[in-house]
C-alpha cells in the first residue's frame, strides 16, 4: 500500500495502491476509461476515483465511484493519453499507468456492401460519414467478400457487420472494422445459422441479429470480442426485412416480409424469446431502423416513417417522409442519439442518396449527400445510436 504519513504514537495512514488500467473507449468529445480496482486499498475503504486525460498541455479531470469513468470536454481528433488514482478518506492513491493514445470523434455512420447498379452485383464496399454534418460519404475499406442481404451492429469503438449472401449463396459469416479509423473488415466468426434480410440491434456491449428470411432466429455477440454468436432465443415469427432499433435496454423488430404490422421487443441484456409490443400503422417489408435511446425510426417501401417510443409498449405513429417515394426498397439506416441518416435504394433504378431527419421531431427528410457507389441491400450502423447512451 502507499505511504500517506502519520502523527506521533498513532498508525501510520495509507492510500490505496494504483489500479490496473484497462482500455480507453473515446466518443464524440469524451472517453470512457476502464479499469481494475488495487487489491490493496489501504487503511480506509476507497470512497471514489479520479481519472486525468492529457493531451501533453492541457489536462481535464473527472471522478467516478467505479469503472468505467467518463471524461467529457475533450476535443474531437486530438490524440489523448488517460491514467486512473483511487482515493480513500487518506488522499489521493498514485497514478496508474497511462492507457494508450485515443482520439476522440465527432459520431460516424458506416455503410456495409449492398447490391450494385451493375447487372445487380453485390459489392464490398464500406463508406463513412460523420452524422452530425452534411456532405457526401467517404470511402472506409472493403469488408472481406461481396455481400448484400447484411446487418448490422456496434457500439463507439467497434462496428460489426454480418453477411446475408455472398455469390449468390446464403452466408454467416461476421466481420468487424474499428470505426474511428479506416481500413479493411477483420474476421469476427460466425452466427448461428445462415440468413439474409435479418435486422441487427445493439446497446454498448451486446449485439443482437434477429429473423431474417424464413428465419425467427435470434442470435447475439459480445461486441468487445470475437467468437461466434450464441443463441439467444425466438421472434415471434419468421420476419425478413424488418426495421429495427435500439434503446440501452430493450431491442425493437417492426414489420417484415411476409409483409406485416407486427412490433416485436426483447431485453437485450438477458436471453429469451420475443413478446408483442404493439402494431405498425401500416403492414411493410422491404424495411430498415434505427433510433435514439427513446425513439425508433423505421421506413416503409412507399417513402413514409413511423416512430416507435421504445420504453412503452403500443403502436407505431406517422413520423414523416423520405424526400424520394418509393425509394425506401431496402435502403440503409444508422443513427447517433439525435439524427437518423437514411441512404441508398431502389425504386426502377439504384439511389445513392443520403438523406437525415431529427429523431425528436416529426419532419420529411433532408438532403445529406451522396454515397460513393448507388446501392441498396446493405447494412448500416452508427458509433452513437440510441443504445449507446
Known amino acids: 500500500m502507499a505511504y500517506k504519513g502519520g502523527l506521533i504514537g498513532s498508525d501510520n495512514l495509507y492510500v490505496p495502491d494504483a489500479p490496473t488500467i484497462g482500455d480507453a473507449s473515446a466518443g464524440n468529445t469524451e472517453v470512457s476509461v476502464a479499469f481494475t480496482a488495487p487489491s490493496d486499498v489501504g487503511n480506509d475503504a476507497i470512497t471514489a476515483y479520479g481519472v486525468s486525460v492529457t493531451d501533453g498541455t492541457n489536462v481535464i479531470g473527472a471522478t467516478g465511484s467505479s469503472s468505467p469513468v467518463t471524461v467529457t470536454g475533450l476535443t474531437n481528433g486530438t490524440s489523448y493519453t488517460a491514467q486512473v488514482w483511487a482515493i480513500n478518506d487518506y488522499g489521493n492513491g498514485p497514478l496508474s499507468a497511462a492507457t494508450s493514445s485515443f482520439s476522440p470523434v ?10 450494385g447498379p451493375s447487372s445487380d452485383t453485390d459489392v464490398n464496399v464500406i463508406d463513412f460519414i460523420t452524422i452530425t454534418s452534411t456532405g457526401n460519404a467517404q470511402d472506409f475499406g472493403d469488408i472481406g467478400q461481396t455481400a448484400a442481404f447484411s446487418y448490422a451492429v456496434g ?18 459469416v461476421i466481420e468487424f472494422v474499428t470505426p474511428t479509423s ?34 425467427n432466429v435470434i442470435d447475439y455477440i459480445t461486441i468487445a470480442s470475437t467468437g461466434n454468436a450464441i443463441d439467444f432465443g425466438d421472434t415471434t415469427r419468421n420476419a425478413g426485412g424488418a426495421g429495427s432499433g435500439a434503446s440501452p435496454t430493450r431491442a425493437i423488430l417492426a414489420g417484415g416480409s411476409p409483409s406485416s404490422n407486427v412490433i416485436e421487443y426483447v431485453t437485450i441484456a438477458s436471453t429469451g424469446n420475443a413478446q408483442d409490443f404493439g402494431d405498425l400503422a401500416q403492414a411493410a417489408e422491404n424495411m430498415v431502423g434505427c433510433s435514439s435511446d427513446t425513439r425508433a425510426l423505421v421506413g416503409m ?19 414523416g417522409e423520405t424526400q424520394y417515394e418509393n425509394v425506401l426498397t431496402s435502403p440503409f439506416a444508422c443513427s447517433s442519439n439525435t439524427r437518423a441518416v437514411f441512404a441508398g435504394g ?4 439504384y439511389f445513392n442518396n443520403i438523406e437525415y431527419f431529427t429523431i425528436a421531431s416529426a419532419s420529411n427528410g433532408t438532403d445529406f449527400g451522396d454515397l ?10 452508427g458509433t452513437a445510436h440510441g443504445g449507446l447512451q
Do not use: C, H, W
Open 106 to 115: 465527432a459520431p460516424r455512420g458506416l455503410f456495409f456492401g449492398g447490391q
Open 155 to 172: 457500439n463507439a469503438t467497434r462496428s460489426v457487420v454480418a453477411t446475408g449472401k455472398y455469390n449468390g449463396s446464403t452466408s454467416n
Open 182 to 215: 479506416a481500413g479493411n473488415a477483420s474476421d469476427f466468426g460466425d452466427t448461428t445459422v445462415a440468413r439474409v434480410k435479418a435486422a441487427g440491434a445493439s446497446n454498448s456491449t451486446r449485439g443482437l441479429f434477429m429473423a431474417g428470411n424464413s428465419s
Open 301 to 319: 417501401v412507399n417513402g413514409k416513417i413511423e416512430s416507435i417510443t421504445i420504453a412503452s409498449l403500443g403502436n407505431a405513429v406517422n413520423f
Open 346 to 349: 431502389k425504386r426502377s433504378s
Open 372 to 381: 460513393t457507389v448507388a446501392r441498396n441491400r446493405g447494412a448500416a450502423i
